[in-house]
Each structure stands twice: as C-alpha cells, then as structure tokens.
C-alpha cells in the first residue's frame, strides 16, 4: 500500500513511513492512495474471530509491504493483550435500538488506546528495525496523552514530550500522564487551549532545522495507523449486529474527527454503515459544516467533556480530500484560505459526498446530562459526559426503523466523577487497574503558549536521530 499526502506535493511513502511521520511535508495528512474493499462474503467469514484476529484481518491490507500477515498478528495480540475484557470492545443493549460499544477497556480508561497501545507496538517494531531514535511530540485535550504516554514508557529508542493545556484536563486525566515516572517522559502544561497545543505540533512538524535533527513522530490522530486501528471496532460491532446482512449506524463522540473518520473508511471498505452521526458538544464546528457547509472557527469554550473542546478538527482534512474528488492542489489551496481567516466554505462537491454517509448532531450540557439520566434510569448503565453527547445524537437521529445505532462509549465514567455525578448522583469508582493514581507524585512542566518554548524544551530533551 502506498500513502499519498491531503496538500498534493508530499512524497508518497509506504506504511513504515506513514507510521514513523508525523504531518506530511507538504502539511497535509496521509491517506492510504485507494480504499481496500472487501467482498461480502470476506465480511461474513470475519464473524466471531477474536479481536486481536479480526484486528490483523481488517488492517492487513493498509501494512502490505512493510509488514507480514505473521508480524502484524504478532503486533494485535500484544497490543490487545492488555485489555481488561476479553472481548476487548465489548458491545452492550440499552434498549431495542441502543446499543454501547465500549471502547474503554485499556489501561488508561478511553477508547485511545485501543489504537494507542498497537502504535506503540509498531514504533518499537520499526525503530528496532532500523536501528533510528524517535522523538514523539503530541497535544492532548486529555486522553491521546496518557494513552500515548502507557504505550511507550520506558522505551529505550523513544522520547515522548505531551503538551496538555493547563488546567483544562481532568485531575485523572493530568494524572494518568504526570506520574508516570520514566526517563523517556516529558510532560508539559501550556498557557492556552488544545487548539494552541496543536498548533504548536504542527509547527514543529514542518519546522527544518527540528526535523533535521530529530526523528519526531506523531501520536495525534493525524498518525495514520492510529486511525486505521479504530477502523476494526466498527467491523467488530457491525458484526455482532448481523453485517454483513444488515445495515449499522453508529454515533461517534467527535472532536479531532479521526475515531468517525475511521467509520467512513470501513463504510469504504464495504461495511454497511446506514450513517455515521457525529455528535459534538457547543464547540460546534463540525455540525455547522456537516449541517450548512459552514466551517469556521470561533473560541473554544471549555465543557465537561474537554477530550470535544476542539475547533480545528485535523481530520476533517482527510473527509475533504477524499469526498473532494483527492485534488490535494486544490484543497491546500482551500486550507491555506482556512488558516488565514479561520474560516471556509464546503465545497458543493464536498458537502453532497459528505451529506451521503454523515448525519451530524450537537449537544449542550442539558442534553448530555439527560442523556446520562436516561442510560442510568431506564438501562442500568453509568456513562462518562462524551459518551453521552453521543447517545444524545443516537437517540434524536431520524433513521429507518430496524437500523440498529450504536454510539462508541469513548471514556469509562470514572474518568469523569464530577460530571457523572451530577447528572446521576452517582459517583463511579476508578476500577483496580488504574491502582492508586491519587496517591502518586506528579512531575509536569509549565511553559508559555509560544512555539519557541516548546521547541526549546524539546531541543534539550529529545535524543537525535541516528
Ligand atoms: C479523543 C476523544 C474523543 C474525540 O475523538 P476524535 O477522534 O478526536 O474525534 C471523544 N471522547 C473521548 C473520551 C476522547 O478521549
């Protein structure tokens, strides 16, 4: 398989170089250069392999060329390894058209490591290859950097600098990454917004006399083989449901738009996929360009759902690409508009390409703390504030009777106690495998919002490439 940069000017790379890059070149994102399909009766033959199988079945054709079929089953049964439930996204009934699919299950309680913990798997599978020292830098709007974080402490070729905005994740979200103590751990807390931070990596992405330097890697979402592992739970649950003979939409708590992104790319790999709903909080963006072609930024305005608080979606590049006829001249052309003025139209291209698969909803803090009433009241089941933005969505969406919607639950409750909380009254305990993060030290540093800082800190931390 071969990978082709969003901006049109970047050199095609193969998997190894996809998973080692961070932003294409050229700034843009890669995307694989044509949709694997697989036929029905594939899709049939998928039901009821474990995870880890169907993991290594549904992403086989994205590693052609860097990895063989035995390694990449290796790499899955690792990485899924660590999960606390045997069936690693265990799919859960709330009522006769509800279902939960939950994504929470890894060491570090949201749905990011379910691609996290396999990303880490191939970083030291490629790096020990190749004899090469990476640098990760990554912002976080919480999970992406505890997740990323447990993937990779204590790797000896790795360095990892996490940049989260200060004061604008969870106490166990900041804690799930600042005590962990490995010298391959860098944390960072910045005066600005998860937005700030991005924009701050992504600097650094095209940043010369950095990249010269450094090996610096990406764990973003802007990673290609972080979405391309978010791709098998929708096989896994669609299958459950009765796919390839029945058709499936899910809910997708959005806010980077790579966990709905990689439903599309199942929808293209012959998944039938009914719709995909994105939900989004009062940070709105993408509701507003799915619903009226309007995209553009205003202030991020701080929920109980943080891991939502974004205005810039990085992935939505992909979905414009590709539901764009893949001009990449054209569309940095159409980004290079958005970055002036923070602001753009959709295409009409774009917009009926898009309106063909996507449905798009938005919840304020009434909405989602109903949505966790109802779950509690009506189903038995205590659900964490993003999880709940997206059952909003599910439970609102206009779809045939007889389609089954399933909303991803991205975070366990516990991540979120106070929210939970006061929609509930309940107050969900942290299960045993988090152990005792309350009692642990935490070690972070404090750094101004500005690109210099953090390139300063990372110059005299990260180890150069070989
Ligand atoms: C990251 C995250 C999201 C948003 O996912 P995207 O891929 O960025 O759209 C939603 N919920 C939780 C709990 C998250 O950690």
């Not at 890894?106 to 020990?128: I, R, Y």
């Not at 993408?286 to 991020?300: F, P, T």
């Not at 139209?345 to 109802?374: I, K, V």
């Not at 504030?385 to 599910?394: K, S």
Request: aromatic fraction near 8%; include cysteine; proline fraction near 5%.
């Amino acid at each position: 398989m071969h990978y082709v940069s969003t901006r049109g000017r970047a050199r095609h790379l193969g998997f190894e170089g996809v998973t080692l890059a961070g932003l294409a070149s050229d700034g843009g994102l890669y995307v694989p250069g044509h949709w694997p399909r697989f036929g029905e009766d594939e899709i049939a033959g998928m039901a009821g392999l474990p995870y880890a199988e169907l993991a290594a079945r549904v992403m086989r054709p994205f590693v052609e060329g860097s990895l063989t079929a035995d390694e990449l089953r290796d790499l899955c049964g690792r990485a899924y390894g660590r999960f606390s439930h045997d069936a690693v996204t265990p799919l859960v009934q709330l009522d006769q058209r509800q279902w939960l699919l939950e994504l929470f299950h890894g060491p570090t309680l949201a749905f990011k490591d379910v691609a996290l913990q396999l990303l880490g798997q191939l970083f030291e599978h490629f790096v020990a290859k190749s004899d090469d020292h990476l640098t990760i830098v990554g912002a976080t709007s919480g999970d992406t950097g505890s997740a990323a974080i447990d993937a990779v402490a204590g790797r000896e070729r790795i360095d990892i600098v996490m940049l989260h905005p200060k004061g604008r994740v969870s106490d166990v979200q900041r804690r799930q990454m600042t005590t962990v103590r490995a010298p391959n751990v860098h944390n960072v807390a910045i005066d600005g917004s998860f937005d700030d931070a991005q924009a701050i990596v992504k600097r650094m992405f095209v940043d010369r006399g950095m990249n010269s330097r450094f090996h610096i890697s990406a764990v973003n979402s802007i990673n290609w083989a972080r979405l391309m592992a978010q791709i098998v739970y929708y096989f896994a649950a669609a299958l459950q449901l009765g796919a390839p003979n029945r058709r499936v939409a899910f809910s997708v708590p959005t806010g980077n738009f790579g966990d709905v992104f990689a439903g599309y790319v199942a929808a293209q790999m012959g998944l039938p996929i009914e719709r995909l709903i994105v939900a989004t909080n009062v940070n709105d963006i993408l509701h507003r360009a799915l619903s009226s072609g309007d995209y553009s930024a205003s202030d991020v305005t701080p929920t109980a759902s943080p891991s939502m608080d974004i205005q810039v979606s990085s992935n939505f590049e992909r979905l414009l690409f590709d539901a764009g006829g893949r001009d990449g001249l054209a569309l940095a052309d159409q980004m290079h508009g958005f970055d002036a003025v923070r602001a753009m139209q959709l295409t009409e291209e774009q917009r009926r390409a898009a309106a063909a698969l996507f449905l798009s909803a938005r919840a304020d803090a009434d909405d989602m703390g109903r949505a966790m009433a109802w779950a509690h009241e009506c189903c038995g089941e205590v659900i964490d504030p993003h999880t709940a933005i997206g059952l909003h969505a599910a439970r609102q969406a206009d779809l045939d009777d007889g389609v089954p919607v399933v909303t991803l639950a991205t975070a366990h409750p516990a991540k979120f106690p106070d929210a939970v909380e006061r929609a509930t009254g309940l107050r969900p305990p942290l299960p045993a495998r988090v152990g005792d993060l309350f009692e642990r030290s935490e070690a972070f540093a404090e750094l101004p919002g500005t690109y210099e800082a953090v390139r300063d800190f990372v110059a005299e931390r990260a180890t150069p490439s070989s």
